[in-house]
């Protein structure tokens, strides 16, 4: 009953590295996302994708980027990191946007120097 | 541009007494609103939710609370418990079928 799997749970970049933040789930969710959370700023959503092959941007969406190829997987790409990057990261997933089943995963801290 | 606020970013109460948690919204047509309550290195978990047709929506010590006029909800623990001591956040879709979240409210449960 593994849910959703972030990966990996804490890394430290140097700016301009870049990197791929990991998210599966095994409940064959079409509905996935990412969030970043900071401080004073609650959880703010960056991409989403309502199914294998599509996806979308949400309200902070610059320097990531995101790629649906199978409905398990939904990796989250920092092109060239920042420190404003810096953030803790949340994949969700849900079996359609709208109600409560929404299920995130653990987390990922990310810190860019 | 936050659209939904929740102002207060921390709260302590002491155990056994009403944590009364609030959240206020922009938009009027946002009609479906939840609560998830996060613990430290942990996601979040769906705690309750309303719809804009009801006015209150109880599940054991939690209860919610909807003023559309006022475009303001609340959260209701009672009693609190130390276990609930956690960030709990308020979220609602927006109209383009996003779930959008407040900044978080911080409760400490002293015993």
């Known amino acids: 009953n593994a849910g959703v799997t972030q990966t990996p749970k804490f890394q430290v970049l140097k700016t301009g590295q870049s990197m791929t933040l990991q998210c599966a789930q095994d409940?064959?969710?079409?509905?996935m996302s990412w969030y970043r959370q900071d401080p004073g700023m609650g959880l703010r959503l960056i991409h989403y994708?309502?199914?294998?092959?599509?996806?979308d941007q949400g309200e902070v969406p610059n320097g990531y980027n995101v790629s649906r190829s199978t409905t398990e997987d939904f990796p989250l790409r920092l092109l060239s990191a920042a420190p404003s990057q810096t953030s803790v990261y949340f994949c969700?997933?849900?079996?359609?946007?709208?109600?409560?089943?929404?299920?995130f995963g653990e987390g990922s801290w990310l810190t860019v120097v | 541009d936050q659209q939904v606020k929740q102002n207060s970013p921390s709260l302590s109460v002491q155990e056994g007494r009403i944590s009364i948690l609030n959240c206020d919204y922009t938009?009027?047509?946002?009609?479906?609103f939840l609560w998830y309550k996060k613990y430290p290195a942990e996601g979040p978990t769906f705690l309750i939710s309303?719809?804009?047709?009801?006015d209150k929506n109880e599940d054991g010590r939690f209860t919610v609370f909807l003023n559309k006029s006022a475009k303001h909800l609340s959260l209701h623990i009672v009693p609190s418990q130390p276990g609930d001591s956690a960030v709990y956040f308020c979220?609602?879709?927006?109209?383009?079928?996003?779930?959008?979240f407040g900044q978080g409210t911080e409760l400490s449960v002293k015993p």
């Open positions: 969700a997933s849900s079996y359609s946007s709208g109600g409560n089943t929404i299920y």
């Open positions: 309303i719809s804009s047709i009801k």
């Open positions: 938009n009027s047509m946002f009609d479906y």
């Open positions: 979220a609602s879709y927006n109209q383009g079928g996003k779930l959008i």
């Open positions: 409940m064959n969710h079409e509905y």
């Open positions: 994708s309502v199914g294998a092959g599509i996806t």
